[in-house]
């Protein structure tokens, strides 16, 4: 695999620009930030209706042969082996010093055959820590010329249950292969807004046809970047670069839900992955930080980056996400605080152009996920 440094575009890149799209250069790519509708107007529409993302930045990779699940699972802390078929799980490449890599969505196919959705600014290196730590077990082939939509919100199973009904029978973190209008289709009930959702990987020269079909739908519009972002931060939801990054270990980043139970200390199949001693170390005693939710008194929004003090003038933390959140219509922020100031309930400031702004600690999300659990 090789990926030109250039700047690339995605199959969609022409209807992007026809619907009046402003495009700005994201992970190599020249994606669409907001449409005409706005990025305000554009979230609240995926959260009342249905909002169509166009994520073929992502990367798309499969691991195929009879060792694919265990030469995975020796990659991340995450139980591969025992993934029922067609079920989607959340898991994170680590490395030696137990800091995150990349997180990413694993589906079962079939015995021998994983499918991965991994972040696009990492597509690149994925591939090769894949190829290079388990390309002798399994067959490791990255994806070309595929594309993936997303179609996020309420209404978005009903708009696809019109033109394949079957789909309303499917739950979260379920998956199926379906031919829509003659189009080969991967779907998974997934997403990244907090909504209930899918996402659909199909060839890229059929792209074009299937989004004008989701788009002749009254309740779907088009969704740029932006509102991806700001509903991923009112969902909670972990950014790669922002929450999770290589000098922090899962547990440092409030992750300790998505290391399967069966890898850890006492499990059946405990550690076998990359800085599986600290992590585990972490899960048992405890970080020195952790991500939380920040709610910013005033309105003022607190951006990413923003030091975070104690009364007294100490660094305690830095906000990893934070900016101003639609459905709520305030502004919210998402930091990592070092764990002791948290367990003493100190009062927290954040340092905004030389002021500070008193933040409280809330939990995750600040909107309710609505995923379909059935």
């Known amino acids: 695999m090789s990926i030109d440094k250039k700047i690339r575009t995605t199959s969609l890149y022409q209807m992007h620009l026809d619907a009046g799209a402003k495009m700005v250069p994201f992970a190599g790519y020249e994606m669409p930030v907001s449409y005409p509708l706005g990025i305000k107007k554009e979230h609240i529409h995926t959260r009342e209706k249905a909002g169509l993302f166009d994520v073929s930045h992502m990367g798309q990779i499969r691991l195929v042969g009879k060792n694919a699940k265990r030469a995975l699972e020796s990659l991340v802390p995450v139980d591969i082996i025992d993934l029922p078929l067609m079920k989607l799980r959340y898991a994170l490449f680590t490395n030696k010093d137990g800091g995150v890599m990349d997180d990413l969505m694993v589906t079962n196919l079939g015995d021998e055959d994983l499918f991965l959705v991994v972040n696009a600014a990492c597509k690149e290196a994925d591939f090769e820590h894949l190829q290079n730590s388990i390309g002798v077990e399994c067959k490791v082939e990255f994806l070309e010329d595929v594309a993936l939509l997303a179609l996020q919100g309420p209404k978005a199973h009903e708009v696809l249950a019109e033109i394949t009904p079957c789909t309303s029978e499917m739950t979260f973190m379920t998956a199926k292969q379906l031919v829509i209008n003659g189009i080969n289709c991967f779907i ?131 906000v990893t996400s934070g900016g101003f959140g639609p459905s709520l219509e305030k502004p919210i922020a998402i930091a990592r605080v070092e764990t002791h100031y948290l367990e003493n309930q100190s009062k927290l400031f954040a340092l905004v152009r030389g002021k500070k702004i008193a933040v409280e600690v809330v939990r995750l999300p600040f909107v309710k996920q609505n995923y379909y659990r059935g």
């Open 188 to 318: 998974t009930r997934s997403g990244y807004t907090g909504e209930d959702g899918f996402e659909i990987s199909l060839p890229a020269k059929d792209a074009e046809d299937l989004a004008k079909l989701l788009l002749s739908n009254e309740e779907v519009e088009w969704v740029g970047l932006g509102a991806r972002d700001s509903l991923r931060l009112e969902a909670g939801l972990s950014l790669y670069g922002h929450e999770l990054d290589n000098d922090h270990s899962p547990v440092e980043s409030s992750l300790n839900w998505a290391l399967s139970k069966v890898r850890r200390t006492g499990g059946e199949r405990q550690g076998g992955y990359l800085g599986d001693d600290i992590i585990m170390s972490h899960l048992n005693e405890g970080s020195e930080s952790k991500v939380v939710g920040l709610q910013p008194e005033g309105r003022m929004p607190v951006r990413d980056g923003a030091l975070i003090e104690d009364d007294l003038g100490n660094e305690v933390g830095k």
